[in-house]
Structure formats: structure tokens, C-alpha cells
């Protein structure tokens, strides 16, 4: 932890260490720098083993799991990029907090713990936990959506999109042209086009539209951030219609970061007075904490407005549990509380932000087409740009997030035709992008293992041309992706 998050324990030596300060200034010899490398600014305290495959045992492996990397064993991966969501590492601080949990079921202290972290950073009225984000999501719109309904965003992300349609409502994406633009070095692409929303809020009825959803960071669209000015432009028409605005903030931590690196009059300011700012502009929020708040499982809908906390409770005890646990343990809870202290702190957001960037910096600089700018938690690869023999209907992603596998025992996900490609009515279309994303664990891997991982890019992208498209032999209904498996093509 940096910045402040820890206990001051030198505080009764303070005028001691300024004069010791003072006089190791004077004596200093070399001039003082700054240095390029980013160190991540942990050590390692518990080792987890990583378990080495050859080329054979891969190529047998990903042909057993049907050219699906979802039904890939775990073990037989040796960099796992398929998500960023409940793979990172917990804290030292952490553990401990695990171990303080209280497991009472009705107003246990680590509620009040978990209360406290989350309503510091957003001070909604009303904070309900939940196993994880979208068990939020389905509480959110089982109580706000319908038939009938429509709820913009920027971008839904797939599971919010699901939710929000299982209802019958219809779930519609306004992000900006810069955020459809891979190439646009705009830095915020994550923007909602408000005058997209203000139409739409128009031509449907404010009667339709329940809520509006903000994404920060932009998931689906490239993990781009939002900004402050966009946010408050956004709230300004949710006022004018007298719509109410929740986020999405799995990510608010690596979005305030890019407020503070990026937007005008933002610099020096601290994080967590960014988030503190982003909360204000909303009526409520859902939350996964498997991703910046650095737990492995949980989540949580808060809000203002009373009547609705009082219909979102009502859900929750139906499904999750009583509202001061909301399907989580006690442990979980102090997990989490003490991870989103640390997820504001500068010094682990600047590695974050930097050494995603590293990844994809380093893959561009190889010619390999990376969506730009690099976004917080992942790098998305261009396949159909790398791939262009290789058409959509021939899911260039798949073909190479198995290359990938194969050559170096790295696990990404497809994020194109095979994901989005299939229509209701059965047919086929190529989705807009065929991308692959490098989703970065949070504290997970160190800077060599992103070496390792750039140069197995780096080699994939060398046989480019040999790579084959793929046809699908089995397939689900609905999100095929998880479970479809594949041939290669001859
Ligand atoms: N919203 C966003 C923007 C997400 O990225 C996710 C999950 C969720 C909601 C749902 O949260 O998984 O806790 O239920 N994203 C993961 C990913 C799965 O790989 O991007 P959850």
C-alpha cells in the first residue's frame, strides 16, 4: 500500500527523521532521476507454482477442449489472460482481514467494515452486497427493466446486456465515434454520445427509460476510460429528463487514474477524490469487486433513493441473503473492504496503468495492430487485422487466440464473431471487431512473464500467414462462446 493507506507507524518520530532527512540531503552524491522501469511495487510473500507444458502436451490439450479455451484444465495454462475478474492477488492486508471475518448472519461486524470502505469512496445511502456483479445487475433490472423498457449505455457489458434483456427491456449502446475508431487516439473513447442520449431519452419517453448506465472503464469497448466532463454532460440530461444515472464501476479506480493522467485541470489530484466525484454524479452504482477492488468473489447495488433500496432488499433476501451478508462470508466482506483502500493507492495505480501499457506498447511497436490507446486492465489484439486471409465467418480470433495457446501456453479470449456472430434467428454475421483480449490479473504476473508474453506474440504474429480459420462442430443457443467446439479448417 502507498499514499497515506497505511498506518503512519513513524508519526512520534517525525522531527527526528526530518533531521536525519535533512542532513543525508546534504551528503547526497549522485544526482537525483527518475527511472524508466516499472517495478512492481510489491514483493512476493506467497508463491503459487506455474506448471510447464511442451508444444505436445498444448497441441493435444486445446485439441481435447474442442479448440475452446474455456474448456481448457487450468493447469495446462501457463499465462492465464482469459480474464482480469477474481484472478488477482490479494494482500498481505488482505489475508489478515480474512482472518478477522465474522461469520454471524445477521449484523455482523464485517458488514459494518464492508459498509464503511465502500460508502468512503461512495457515499450512496443504501449499500447492498452481492455475490458478484451480476447478481447486482439482475436485482438492479429485475426491479427497474421490463418490457417496454429501454436502458442506454456507452457499452453494456455482455452479462448487463443479459440482464437487462431477460427482463424484456431493450439494452442499447451510445459510445462516442472515437470509441468505434480501433485506430483513434482520443483519450477517452469510453464517452457516452449524449446527444445520441438525449435523442433516444426523447423519441422513446422518459417513461421508458428507467435508468441510464455509465461502464467506467469501458469494458466492451476496448477498456476505455470515461471522463469527468462526459460524466457530468450525462447527469445534465438525466436531469433535464428526470432520468436516474447508475454506474458500472467495476473499473473506477483505473478510470479515475486516467482522469487524473489525461483530462484538463485533473492532474495532482488525489484518487480517491476522483471516485468520490464520479459517485456524486450518480443516483446509484452496481459493482463487481472481483476486479478493482482487488477481491476474488463479491459485489454490491447501492443507491440513494429509499423506495428502491427498500424493492432491491426485497430481491436480494429472495435470492442472495439477508442484506448485511447478500451471499457473501463475512471473510469476503473484510477482503474486499480492505482491497478497496488499496485500489486507490497512486503508487499501484501508476504500475497498473503503465504496465498494461508496457504489454501493448511493445506488441504495436512489432507491428501487431493493438486496439489504441491501451486501455487499464487488458490489451485487445486486432485479429482480423493480423488475420486478414483468414474472413470473420472463419473467426480470425479463435484462430489466433489458439495459436497463442499452442505456442507459448497463453490463455486470452476471443472477443468477435464467435461471441457476438450468432443472431437470434439462428444465422450468422461477423461482429463488428474480431478482437483478442490480453485481460491482465491484478498483481499477478511480473515483467518478465509480460516478456515472455510479447515475445510468443511477437512469434505468432512472425507465422501470421500460416494460421487457419475454424468452423464450429457444436454450438449453444446463447452465449455459444463458453461452450462451442471447433475443427480447424484444411
Ligand atoms: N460489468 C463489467 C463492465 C464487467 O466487466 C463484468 C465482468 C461485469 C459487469 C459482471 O461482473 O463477473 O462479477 O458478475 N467482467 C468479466 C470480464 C467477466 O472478463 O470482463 P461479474
Excluded at 489472460?81 to 492486508?93: I, K, P, W
Excluded at 418490457?147 to 427482463?167: I, K, L, M, Y
Excluded at 441510464?212 to 469497448?221: C, G, L, P, R
Excluded at 486496439?371 to 486478414?388: E, K, S, T
Amino acid at each position: 500500500m502507498g499514499d497515506g493507506a497505511a498506518p503512519d507507524l513513524n508519526r512520534h518520530r517525525r522531527p527526528a527523521l526530518a533531521a536525519m532527512w535533512a542532513a543525508a540531503q546534504a551528503s547526497v552524491t549522485c544526482t537525483p532521476r527518475t527511472f524508466r522501469t516499472i517495478i512492481e511495487p510489491f514483493r512476493i510473500h506467497a508463491v503459487e507454482p506455474l506448471r510447464m507444458t511442451t508444444p505436445e502436451e498444448r497441441a493435444a490439450a486445446i485439441r481435447e477442449a474442442g479448440y475452446n479455451l474455456f474448456n481448457l484444465s487450468a493447469r495446462d495454462v501457463l499465462i492465464d489472460l482469459l480474464t482480469d475478474s477474481g484472478t488477482g492477488a490479494m494482500s498481505r492486508d488482505q489475508w489478515a482481514a480474512i482472518q478477522h471475518g465474522d461469520e454471524s448472519y445477521a449484523g455482523s461486524p464485517s458488514w459494518f467494515i464492508f459498509r464503511d470502505a465502500v460508502t468512503e469512496l461512495f457515499p450512496f445511502r443504501h449499500v447492498i452486497p452481492t455475490h458478484q456483479g451480476r447478481a447486482a445487475e439482475r436485482i438492479l433490472f429485475s426491479v427497474m427493466g421490463g418490457p417496454g423498457q429501454v436502458v442506454p449505455s456507452n457499452t453494456h457489458f455482455d452479462t448487463t446486456r443479459a440482464n437487462v434483456e431477460f427482463t424484456g427491456a431493450e439494452a442499447v449502446d451510445l459510445v462516442t465515434a472515437e470509441g468505434r475508431d480501433l485506430t483513434s487516439m482520443y483519450p477517452f473513447k469510453g464517452n457516452l454520445d449524449v446527444a445520441a442520449l438525449d435523442e433516444l431519452i426523447r423519441a422513446r419517453g422518459r417513461e421508458h427509460v428507467p435508468v441510464v448506465m455509465v461502464t467506467v472503464t469501458n469494458n466492451s469497448a476496448g477498456g476505455q476510460p470515461v471522463s469527468l466532463a462526459n460524466l457530468h454532460e450525462v447527469r445534465a440530461v438525466c436531469d433535464r429528463h428526470g432520468v436516474p444515472l447508475f454506474l458500472d464501476a467495476c473499473r473506477f479506480a483505473e478510470n479515475a487514474w486516467f482522469i487524473r493522467e489525461r483530462e484538463e485541470g485533473q492532474a495532482g489530484r488525489e484518487v480517491a477524490d476522483i471516485v468520490r466525484e464520479m459517485a456524486s454524479l450518480a443516483d446509484g452504482m452496481t459493482m463487481s469487486a472481483k476486479k478493482d477492488p482487488l477481491a476474488n468473489i463479491g459485489g454490491w447495488l447501492a443507491c440513494n433513493d429509499d423506495a428502491l433500496a427498500e424493492s432491491f432488499r426485497n430481491m436480494l433476501i429472495l435470492t442472495e441473503g439477508f442484506p448485511t451478508y447478500g451471499g457473501l462470508a463475512g471473510r469476503d466482506l473484510e477482503a474486499i473492504a480492505q482491497g478497496i483502500r488499496e485500489a486507490v493507492s497512486h503508487d499501484y495505480l501508476r504500475y497498473r496503468i503503465q504496465s498494461t501499457a508496457y504489454l501493448g506498447e511493445a506488441l504495436q511497436r512489432t507491428g501487431i495492430p493493438v486496439v489504441m490507446p491501451i486501455g487499464g486492465h487488458a490489451v485487445y489484439l486486432d485479429a482480423r487485422g493480423l488475420l486478414p486471409h483468414i474472413p470473420p465467418l472463419q473467426y480470425p480470433g479463435q484462430s489466433l487466440s489458439v495459436a497463442l495457446y499452442e505456442a507459448g501456453g497463453i490463455r486470452s479470449g476471443e472477443i468477435g464473431t464467435v461471441m457476438f456472430g450468432l443472431q437470434s434467428d439462428g444465422t450468422e454475421q461477423a461482429a463488428t471487431m474480431d478482437l483478442v483480449r490480453l485481460a491482465i490479473p491484478r498483481r499477478t504476473y511480473t515483467q518478465s512473464h509480460i516478456d515472455y508474453v510479447i515475445e510468443v506474440c511477437q512469434a505468432v504474429a512472425e507465422e501470421a500467414s500460416g494460421l487457419r480459420g475454424y468452423r464450429i462442430t457444436e454450438q449453444a443457443p446463447q452465449l455459444r462462446h463458453f461452450t462451442a467446439r471447433f475443427e480447424p479448417l484444411r
